[in-house]
């Protein structure tokens, strides 16, 4: 099954349920992702498409979280953010990555920032949209530089 029909599937049990925090933020997303497959060709969304739309979500809250003041807001969040979290595979672990990234720089001939791009695509093939790319963007020039 496919994660944007657990999403749907999910959005219908949660509307029959009465849990309300839950079914408006499942209705939401489903709409934002599948105007992600819509915009690029009509077609369905891909598992990757819908993931990057539910980081997205992550991200507004976190954002959300640092500003409102508010607790009832703010537990509301903490509960969408963990609902969230949920439909997301398992991050790989900082020593997975850096693991990976040493073994990829050793093969590399030319160790220099110019492979930069790269150790990155062999980072995402190999975890795909399950690691900080942001993180091991640093990881990837220290290594480049040692």
Do not use: C, H
Request: charged share 25%; no cysteine.
């Amino acid at each position: 099954m496919s994660l944007l029909a657990q999403l749907k599937k999910d959005s219908l049990l949660a509307r029959k349920s009465g849990a309300g925090v839950r079914s408006t933020l499942l209705s939401t997303l489903i709409a934002e992702a599948e105007m992600v497959g819509k915009n690029a060709g009509n077609r369905e969304s891909t598992d990757d498409e819908v993931q990057q739309t539910i980081r997205k979500f992550l991200k507004n809250n976190q954002e959300a979280l640092s500003v409102i003041k508010d607790d009832a807001r703010r537990a509301a969040l903490a509960e969408e953010s963990a609902i969230l979290t949920g439909y997301l595979p398992p991050m790989a672990g900082e020593a997975e990555v850096k693991a990976f990234i040493a073994e990829t720089v050793a093969g590399l001939a030319d160790r220099s920032p110019k492979s930069m791009g790269a150790v990155m695509a062999a980072l995402k093939a190999k975890f795909g949209t399950g690691f900080d790319a942001k993180q091991a963007n640093a990881w990837v020039r220290e290594a480049l530089s040692a």
